[in-house]
């Protein structure tokens, strides 16, 4: 996943203050809204066919960073998806669709998989595996199926994270354990493709 050539100097570095901004929004009506998990009277809301999956896109709260980056400059979507949960550790998916993850247990895996279907949905897979506790077995296996969309005018993206399963050994026997389901809104920031490792640079 290459970036998108920005047009000037300023304009990069305007990019880069907007998504720096973004990231330490907690307050306010332009905070990206994490949405309460789906139930039987809570419907999702539309996909739209306004807008472009190319860019970057975000989320922020106190406690949660996420982020997809999306590339369709070479005709084939790419995607790239990163989180960091203060309590909960980190993962990105890298550019090749798997890269590092931590939880409180030591570092991991992270990997991701995913198509763009015909009806303009990103639909696929994400799993974690880290180091089990002490006195436990094997490793912690974390997965979860995920569908992603844009929404409203386009600019918004509402991605479920669904079938989320937690999957372990004790005593040599396997442990799964389901886990709830929940989603997020993001928003898009700037067409161009901007990771964390310029915002930190």
């Not at 739209?48 to 106190?62: E, M």
């Not at 990163?82 to 247990?105: F, H, N, R, V, W």
């Not at 979860?144 to 844009?150: K, L």
Request: proline share 7%; hydrophobic share 30%; glycine share 12%.
């Amino acid at each position: 996943m290459e970036k998108r050539p920005r047009g000037s100097r300023s304009r990069g570095a305007f990019t880069l203050a907007l998504l720096a901004a973004a990231f330490l929004l907690v307050g306010g009506s332009s905070r990206p809204r994490r949405m309460a998990p789906p139930s039987p009277q809570v419907s999702a809301p539309p996909a739209v066919k306004s807008g472009s999956y190319q860019g970057t896109w975000l989320y922020a709260d106190r406690m949660t960073r996420l982020a997809f980056w999306f590339d369709e400059q070479n005709g084939k979507l790419k995607v790239r998806y990163q989180y960091d949960l203060k309590t909960a550790g980190y993962g990105d998916s890298g550019q090749d669709g798997i890269g590092p993850c931590s939880s409180g247990t030591g570092p991991g895996t992270f990997t991701l998989t995913y198509r763009l279907d015909p009806d303009g949905i990103v639909r696929g897979k994400m799993v974690r595996k880290w180091p089990n506790g002490p006195g436990e077995d094997d490793d912690v296996t974390e997965s979860n199926d995920f569908e992603a969309y844009r929404i409203g005018l386009g600019d918004e993206l509402y991605c479920l994270f669904k079938n989320r399963v937690r999957e372990s050994k004790k005593n040599g026997q396997p442990v799964g354990e389901p886990l709830g389901e929940f989603y997020f809104t993001f928003r898009k920031v700037t067409d161009e493709i901007v990771f964390w490792e310029e915002l930190k640079s």
